[in-house]
């Protein structure tokens, strides 16, 4: 397997995910490229330091989509995983996504999610518990990090537009039965430290979505979109949710509002520093 790993300044947590992936792994069982991309501190340093393990493609323009591209271009086999900076997956789920990658009608992959809550605060502890029920949330390929393509899956990919909302447009691209979600592969997701990086992070994607509508893209996977009935669903079953719910509403408005104030203005990357500590 190739892996593609984007990197904008991920000095202090891309040491992490590349020890995780070279753990086990025999030498030459994986191809990793990391691209550090606009980069201002020792991201390119970093990946440097684990030799002919992993090759260095540096450059100058901050864009992850551009860093795909370059990535893809040095990319040497199929499958291909695309693996964000900030996240933590070891050889074994690289093996397991890899296998699931060669069953029949499967064009891509992604590892179950674990988390890290230690440490955040009650606001945000309470928007990821409705948030990861979501149907959506648990059968998409979005919001771990983590992609994987066969040959076929990577030409569907290649043909997308460079949106803020990658991964969700990687899930979309592809009907239920061709992706697999693997649960004896897992990622560990570090989500946002404070309140604040959360509303970023969500406004984010609220701009994400919202460019997704706009470029009107064929999307076999459906729509992500939360409903209402399925937040209302939610509390039916269990109503100790519902003060849950409660914030979980409250930060979509925030975010949307914020980005509706945002349009028509340059794009800024709203991106989370603290998960990043």
Not at 139 to 147: D, H, I, N, T
Not at 182 to 208: I, N, Q, S, Y
Not at 220 to 237: C, E, F, I, K, Q
Request: charged residues 30%; positive net charge.
């Amino acid at each position: 397997m190739s892996i593609v790993i984007p990197a904008h300044n991920e000095e202090r947590v891309l040491g992490r995910l590349l020890d995780g992936l070279l753990s086990t792994a025999e030498p030459d069982e994986f191809d990793i490229i990391v691209v550090p991309n606009g980069c201002t501190d020792g991201t390119a340093r970093v990946a440097a330091s684990f030799g002919s393990a992993v090759r260095v493609v540096e450059s100058p323009e901050a864009s992850k989509a551009a860093a795909l591209r370059l990535g893809d271009k040095a990319a040497r086999r199929f499958p291909r995983l695309y693996v964000d900076a900030d996240v933590e997956l070891r050889t074994e789920d690289v093996r397991a996504l890899t296998a699931a990658l060669d069953r029949p009608g499967v064009a891509a992959a992604a590892p179950s999610r674990r988390l890290e809550m230690a440490g955040r605060p009650w606001a945000v502890r309470s928007y990821y518990r409705v948030w990861t029920r979501l149907p959506e949330v648990r059968r998409g390929l979005f919001g771990r990090g983590v992609v994987g393509v066969t040959r076929d899956g990577h030409a569907r990919l290649a043909a997308l537009p460079g949106v803020i909302a990658d991964d969700l447009a990687s899930s979309l691209a592809f009907r239920a039965e061709e992706r697999a979600i693997v649960d004896t592969a897992r990622v560990v997701v570090h989500p946002p430290r404070t309140f604040g990086d959360l509303l970023r992070r969500r406004e984010r994607a609220a701009a994400g979505v919202e460019q997704l509508e706009q470029a009107e893209l064929d999307q076999p996977g459906g729509s992500a979109r939360t409903s209402p009935s399925d937040l209302a669903g939610m509390v039916r079953r269990d109503p100790r949710l519902a003060p849950h719910v409660a914030v979980f509403m409250a930060v979509a408005l925030i975010a949307r509002s914020r980005q509706a104030r945002r349009r028509g203005a340059p794009t800024a990357w709203q991106r989370d520093e603290s998960s990043r500590t």
